[in-house]
């Protein structure tokens, strides 16, 4: 618990020397200006050193982050700090400790406990000596004289001062003539008035939290100083021009020669009597521009810096559109490939890496942990996300999650001897963590992604590849659905203008994270058969989507294998794609010759791209048919005529005229708005109903569907 609060000390710390610096320049150029200013800008010094948090904005002038060391530092292999500064943070982190895997404690976990125990004993003693000096100053005033109201006398004093908090008191020397003592209460007065021996101990109590930063002591001595100068001016606004002789003689008269470390007394003479007197002596009403001047300045300091920087919808300066991942055009490749490293353990080289990619939506990047002792060799990324958005993140969904796998793909590419990449979201008491290993990268693109590595030209097809939603380069795959019933029986089979469905919930389950244990495929009443053929080597993978009881979308690998979470878009758009499958039914005359049937399927499945409600992306103005050839299928063997997937395949070629620009046929390798010739299909015909009449479309596709039959 000392352990944070040290950390959240040093971060304010950090931030307030940041202002302490902004202050000690601005106060500079107004060095001409009424003292009141200078008091006012120390208000936004104090304001950083008390308050552990600030409100973000866009006006923020804070060059660097508002908390640099990250609660977990201790904690990581590789501890580091994060300033927003480049520069800085190299400085600092190459000093920094590393974790001893060995060891029970990392180093900087003990270095952390011993400065939290000095900390600790600075404030104590600071507390103590104010404490004792307070005692026998309240000692040597026991036989201190009521003059009137709060106003004391004493002859065991050289200096006036204010003490107390809620009800001050003021104790004059007994020396003092009736001028001097007209103008010292006159002064410590205004001190009451202005609460100034309230901020004299607020000031103390936030310099003993902050002793061991120079800068502080700085401020507290300094603050100090506007504090009295600024009393003085209104004194002499207050007396006139006439009184600065005499009131700077009661300054010299009762000056202490040093400077009062504590929260009390408040004292007339304290430290820089030279100053004062000069400040005195020059007073005069101020110009109306030098106040105009003035008042912007602390305007532009409070304004600037109590607030944080702003997060933009970037992140780390740059988000993730929904559209594609966030992956093209916001990958610096170049840059990316130049910071390629062999070596997980290059901290550099890794973090130069991790900032070049894009943050998502919603998160801010806080640090990276490198393993780098054994294997598996490992990073993690460290997001801070607000506790409303990490409830969405769950290793369940995908779509949230798209953007950290893409960073992990690419990650793995060039590291290349990195094992395990891991995104951890926290929102400081909660953590959700997404880890990717090097087989999982390896599958997703069906090869070694270290190869895409190898050049600028080659990253930056991984990177389209990604973008594209397709990241398999040398083995193009061919898909086909089907509907399934209980005992696998094949319901109905929809290929082509799916290949880009299909591949994309595959690739949506080997970007998974998490696996469950997975059904019998055979019990289940309703299921969709991803089939996938992998032509250069005759691979064929089953994958099965379907529902879980709580409604829940899955995608299973084989028919007993395991499960993963599955993107409900995707499983909305496969259901989608067969009810518009299931809609294409037609009727012909019994006993017409399966030309007729053919050619009445042909129409059918162009005319439904023709309706009022297809999207612009689908749908066609006009289209003409200029050949079509029927293949009637006889059953394999052990395979009834009426259980076949369908008993006519028809083969057309075709013209068409699309709609609009928006217009995608990737099988076709066409799109936009125009005219498009010579195009091929291949429907799968089922019939439906021997006697009526009835046939199905229930398959379309662009090749290979006579294979069905024997």
């Given at each position: 618990?000392?352990?944070?609060?040290?950390?959240?000390?040093?971060?304010?710390?950090?931030?307030?020397?940041?202002?302490?610096?902004?202050?000690?320049?601005?106060?500079?150029?107004?060095?001409?200006?009424p003292?009141?200013?200078?008091?006012?800008l120390?208000?936004v010094?104090?304001?950083?050193?008390?308050?552990?948090?600030?409100f973000?904005?866009?006006?923020?002038?804070?060059?660097?982050?508002?908390?640099?060391?990250?609660?977990?530092?201790?904690?990581?292999?590789?501890?580091?700090?994060?300033?927003?500064?480049?520069?800085?943070?190299?400085?600092?982190?190459?000093?920094?400790?590393?974790?001893?895997?060995?060891?029970s404690?990392?180093?900087?976990?003990?270095?952390?406990?011993?400065?939290?125990?000095?900390?600790?004993?600075?404030?104590?003693?600071?507390?103590?000596?104010?404490l004792?000096?307070?005692?026998?100053?309240?000692k040597?005033?026991?036989?201190?004289?009521?003059?009137?109201?709060?106003i004391?006398?004493?002859s065991?004093?050289?200096?006036?001062?204010?003490?107390?908090?809620?009800?001050?008191?003021?104790?004059?020397?007994?020396?003092?003539?009736?001028?001097?003592?007209?103008?010292?209460?006159l002064?410590?007065?205004?001190?009451?008035?202005?609460?100034?021996?309230?901020?004299?101990?607020?000031?103390?109590?936030?310099?003993?939290i902050?002793?061991?930063?120079?800068?502080?002591?700085?401020?507290?001595?300094?603050s100090?100083?506007?504090?009295?100068?600024?009393?003085?001016?209104?004194?002499?606004?207050?007396?006139?021009?006439?009184?600065?002789?005499?009131y700077?003689?009661?300054?010299?008269?009762?000056?202490t020669?040093?400077?009062?470390?504590?929260?009390?007394?408040?004292?007339?003479?304290?430290?820089?009597?030279?100053?004062?007197?000069k400040?005195?002596?020059?007073?005069?009403?101020?110009?109306?521009?030098?106040?105009?001047?003035?008042?912007?300045?602390?305007?532009?300091?409070?304004?600037?810096?109590?607030?944080?920087?702003?997060?933009?919808?970037?992140?780390?300066?740059g988000?993730?559109?929904?559209?594609?991942?966030?992956?093209?055009?916001?990958?610096?490749t170049?840059?990316?490939?130049?910071?390629?490293?062999?070596?997980?353990?290059?901290?550099?080289?890794?973090?130069?890496?991790?900032?070049?990619?894009?943050?998502?939506?919603?998160?801010?990047?806080?640090?990276?942990?490198?393993?780098?002792?054994?294997?598996?060799?490992?990073?993690?990324?460290?997001?801070?996300?607000?506790?409303?958005?990490?409830?969405?993140?769950?290793?369940?969904?995908?779509?949230?999650?798209?953007?950290?796998?893409?960073?992990?793909?690419?990650?793995?590419a060039?590291i290349?001897?990195?094992?395990?990449?891991?995104?951890?979201?926290?929102d400081?008491?909660?953590?959700?963590?997404?880890?990717?290993d090097?087989?999982?990268?390896?599958?997703?693109?069906?090869?070694?992604?270290?190869?895409?590595?190898?050049?600028?030209?080659?990253?930056?097809?991984?990177?389209?590849?990604?973008?594209?939603?397709?990241?398999?380069?040398?083995v193009?795959?061919?898909?086909?659905?089907?509907k399934?019933?209980?005992?696998?029986?094949?319901?109905?089979?929809?290929s082509?203008?799916?290949?880009?469905?299909?591949?994309?919930?595959?690739?949506?389950?080997?970007?998974?994270?998490a696996?469950?244990?997975?059904?019998?495929?055979?019990?289940?009443?309703?299921?969709?058969?991803?089939?996938q053929?992998?032509?250069?080597?005759?691979?064929?993978?089953?994958?099965?989507?379907?529902?879980?009881?709580?409604?829940k979308?899955?995608?299973?690998?084989?028919?007993n294998?395991?499960?993963?979470?599955?993107?409900?878009?995707?499983?909305?758009?496969?259901?989608?794609?067969?009810?518009?499958?299931?809609?294409?039914?037609?009727?012909?005359?019994?006993?017409?010759?399966?030309?007729?049937?053919?050619d009445?399927?042909?129409?059918?499945?162009l005319?439904?791209?023709m309706?009022?409600?297809?999207?612009?992306?689908?749908?066609?103005?006009?289209?003409?048919?200029?050949?079509?050839?029927?293949?009637?299928?006889?059953?394999?063997?052990?395979?009834?005529?009426?259980?076949m997937?369908?008993?006519?395949?028809v083969r057309?070629?075709?013209?068409?005229?699309?709609?609009?620009?928006?217009?995608?046929?990737?099988?076709d390798?066409?799109?936009?708005?125009?005219?498009?010739?010579?195009?091929?299909?291949?429907?799968?015909?089922?019939?439906?109903?021997?006697?009526?009449g009835?046939?199905?479309?229930?398959?379309?596709?662009?090749?290979?569907?006579?294979?069905?039959?024997?």
């Amino acid at each position: 618990m000392v352990d944070k609060i040290f950390l959240q000390v040093l971060n304010m710390s950090f931030t307030a020397s940041i202002v302490i610096s902004i202050v000690l320049i601005v106060r500079l150029l107004l060095r001409k200006a009424p003292k009141g200013f200078s008091y006012a800008l120390w208000s936004v010094v104090l304001f950083r050193l008390i308050c552990p948090f600030s409100f973000e904005s866009i006006f923020s002038l804070l060059p660097t982050k508002a908390n640099p060391i990250s609660q977990d530092i201790v904690y990581m292999p590789i501890p580091e700090i994060d300033t927003g500064i480049m520069a800085m943070n190299h400085s600092i982190n190459v000093i920094l400790p590393a974790a001893t895997p060995q060891a029970s404690a990392n180093p900087l976990q003990i270095w952390m406990f011993i400065g939290s125990q000095l900390w600790l004993l600075g404030i104590a003693a600071l507390l103590g000596y104010s404490l004792v000096t307070l005692l026998r100053l309240k000692k040597r005033l026991q036989d201190a004289t009521p003059y009137q109201d709060n106003i004391f006398t004493s002859s065991k004093i050289d200096t006036a001062f204010v003490m107390g908090i809620f009800h001050p008191k003021i104790y004059l020397p007994s020396h003092l003539s009736d001028t001097e003592q007209t103008y010292i209460l006159l002064h410590e007065q205004t001190h009451i008035r202005r609460l100034d021996h309230i901020v004299k101990l607020i000031s103390f109590l936030v310099l003993s939290i902050h002793w061991f930063n120079p800068l502080a002591w700085i401020a507290f001595f300094l603050s100090g100083k506007d504090i009295e100068m600024s009393c003085d001016e209104a004194v002499i606004k207050q007396l006139g021009n006439d009184v600065k002789k005499d009131y700077s003689t009661s300054l010299l008269t009762l000056a202490t020669g040093r400077r009062i470390v504590g929260g009390t007394p408040l004292a007339f003479g304290e430290g820089d009597t030279k100053g004062r007197i000069k400040n005195v002596l020059d007073y005069k009403k101020p110009a109306f521009w030098l106040v105009v001047v003035g008042i912007i300045a602390v305007a532009f300091v409070l304004i600037g810096f109590t607030t944080n920087p702003k997060e933009g919808p970037d992140g780390l300066k740059g988000t993730i559109p929904s559209e594609q991942n966030g992956v093209q055009g916001m990958y610096p490749t170049e840059d990316l490939w130049d910071a390629r490293t062999k070596y997980v353990g290059d901290n550099s080289a890794v973090g130069t890496l991790i900032g070049l990619l894009p943050v998502p939506i919603d998160l801010n990047y806080d640090h990276f942990a490198l393993q780098t002792r054994a294997q598996p060799y490992h990073v993690e990324i460290v997001y801070s996300v607000s506790t409303q958005k990490l409830a969405a993140y769950d290793k369940e969904n995908a779509s949230l999650a798209d953007s950290l796998k893409t960073n992990a793909l690419l990650l793995m590419a060039l590291i290349e001897n990195v094992d395990e990449i891991q995104a951890t979201l926290t929102d400081g008491s909660r953590k959700v963590s997404f880890t990717y290993d090097r087989e999982w990268a390896n599958q997703t693109i069906n090869g070694d992604v270290r190869d895409y590595a190898k050049s600028p030209e080659k990253l930056q097809k991984l990177i389209d590849s990604i973008g594209s939603g397709t990241t398999n380069e040398t083995v193009a795959a061919v898909y086909s659905i089907a509907k399934l019933g209980k005992n696998n029986e094949v319901l109905s089979e929809f290929s082509s203008d799916t290949q880009k469905l299909a591949d994309a919930m595959i690739m949506d389950a080997f970007m998974k994270s998490a696996a469950w244990e997975g059904v019998d495929i055979t019990t289940l009443e309703e299921c969709y058969r991803i089939r996938q053929i992998l032509p250069e080597t005759n691979e064929i993978h089953d994958y099965y989507a379907y529902l879980l009881e709580d409604g829940k979308a899955v995608l299973q690998m084989n028919r007993n294998g395991m499960y993963t979470s599955l993107s409900k878009e995707l499983y909305a758009q496969l259901v989608s794609s067969f009810e518009s499958a299931e809609g294409m039914f037609f009727w012909v005359k019994p006993d017409e010759p399966p030309q007729v049937i053919g050619d009445t399927a042909a129409v059918v499945w162009l005319k439904s791209f023709m309706e009022a409600d297809t999207p612009d992306d689908s749908r066609i103005t006009d289209y003409k048919i200029t050949n079509v050839t029927v293949i009637a299928g006889n059953p394999k063997q052990g395979v009834k005529w009426e259980d076949m997937a369908y008993q006519y395949v028809v083969r057309l070629t075709y013209n068409i005229t699309t709609a609009a620009e928006q217009y995608s046929a990737p099988s076709d390798g066409i799109s936009g708005k125009g005219t498009f010739q010579n195009l091929f299909r291949e429907l799968g015909v089922k019939v439906k109903s021997v006697d009526g009449g009835g046939y199905q479309i229930v398959s379309v596709g662009t090749g290979g569907a006579e294979q069905e039959f024997d």
